[in-house]
């Protein structure tokens, strides 16, 4: 336990001091988002139909998704690309684990500059939003879900190194497949296979005070643990292979 908390604590300090370095990034990522939401918003909104409260959430969960699906596979072709990656298959902790805390504390950092500007939408547009302490651990099982995703695409980076295509392409996918833009109830294929439709379907739901079923909630946690175990199993069988076969540490 407590080196699960040195990992974890020596992953934040570093993402807060690459925030206190760079801020300027994060200055213009906040208007990005913010220009970017608004453009949802305008896109997939009928101008003479006010959306209802919840209907946000999904840009907010594909956002999320966006980012905690590529943050991985970014990650090692940075280390690749600057020369560090021996570095990290040398430390005491495992490559998984390091990907692992690294994926939370991008969440945390996120979800500040989320907040900021979803509070700036609402009040600056008038973007109708209501929100529910309930919806946090659907939150989090559903990004443990697309953290086993973000392995499957690491394990890929591993052998092909580049990979940040397959991760955009992907990523927009899940935007106009996955349900984001859709009302509550409307549930397509996609709902039953991915845990970023469920996510966000219960989280309206609970946001909008209608009812989830226990069929709901064990549909998300089966989805989520067979991505995370997936996902694991094939990290560590590729990692497996490459300390016979060797894994391609250039660029």
């Not at 939003?129 to 980076?157: D, E, N």
């Not at 940040?164 to 935007?175: D, E, H, M, R, V």
Request: with cysteine; charged share 15%; aromatic share 14%.
């Amino acid at each position: 336990m407590r080196n699960i908390r040195r990992q974890f604590a020596a992953e934040l300090r570093k993402y807060y001091l690459e925030v206190k370095c760079y801020y300027p990034d994060h200055i213009v990522n906040l208007v990005v988002l913010f220009i970017m939401f608004s453009g949802f918003f305008k896109l997939f909104t009928n101008s003479d139909v006010i959306p209802d409260s919840a209907y946000y959430i999904g840009f907010v969960y594909w956002f999320y998704a966006n980012g905690i699906i590529g943050e991985s596979s970014v990650s090692i072709s940075t280390e690749k690309q600057s020369g560090t990656f021996e570095q990290l298959l040398i430390k005491p902790s495992s490559l998984s684990s390091i990907l692992f805390y690294r994926s939370a504390c991008w969440l945390l950092f996120q979800s500040a500059e989320i907040a900021v500007v979803m509070l700036a939408l609402h009040m600056i547009l008038s973007v109708p939003m209501s929100f529910s302490l309930l919806i946090i651990p659907v939150f989090i099982i559903t990004m443990l879900g697309l953290i086993g995703i973000s392995y499957l695409l690491s394990a890929l980076t591993l052998v092909f190194t580049k990979t940040a295509s397959f991760t955009t392409i992907f990523s927009y996918l899940l935007l106009f497949f996955s349900g984001v833009a859709e009302g509550v109830g409307e549930r397509g294929a996609a709902y039953y296979l991915l845990p970023l439709s469920q996510g966000i379907d219960i989280s309206r739901r609970i946001i909008l005070k209608l009812d989830v079923t226990v069929l709901d909630i064990g549909l998300l946690v089966f989805n989520t643990i067979v991505y995370l175990l997936l996902g694991i199993v094939v990290f560590h069988s590729i990692m497996k292979s490459g300390r016979k076969k060797g894994i391609s540490m250039e660029y």
